[in-house]
């Protein structure tokens, strides 16, 4: 396997934390272990977000309008993520933002 190599500044109480958990349970062997299978896990409750899965429906719709992908590559794509949504998640998700959105853009007396 291929590695890459990533910089990263955390807050001192954050290391502490960090290194406080590892010296209590020894669990990891060392910080760039636990950082590694904290980013696993986190990019997997992303892709099981449905919110998230919306957005790269989103994306992938805009793309396709710019794009000279076949109409059967994207469909396989479109098919694949939209078996990852629930509909009432999907809507409900969509709604949520778009009151977020038209919060933020015009203020919460709407």
Do not use: W
């Amino acid at each position: 396997m291929r590695y890459a190599s990533v910089s990263v500044k955390f807050p001192v109480e954050l290391d502490t934390e960090i290194e406080r958990f590892l010296e209590e349970t020894g669990i990891y062997t060392n910080k760039s272990e636990f950082i590694k299978e904290a980013c696993r896990g986190h990019l997997r409750d992303l892709n099981d977000d449905t919110a998230i899965a919306a957005l790269r429906l989103e994306q992938l719709l805009a793309q396709a309008e710019q794009s000279r992908e076949s109409d059967r590559a994207i469909d396989t794509q479109l098919t694949a993520l939209g078996e990852k949504v629930d509909p009432d998640d999907l809507e409900r998700a969509v709604t949520e933002a778009r009151e977020e959105t038209a919060e933020q853009v015009y203020g919460s007396d709407t």
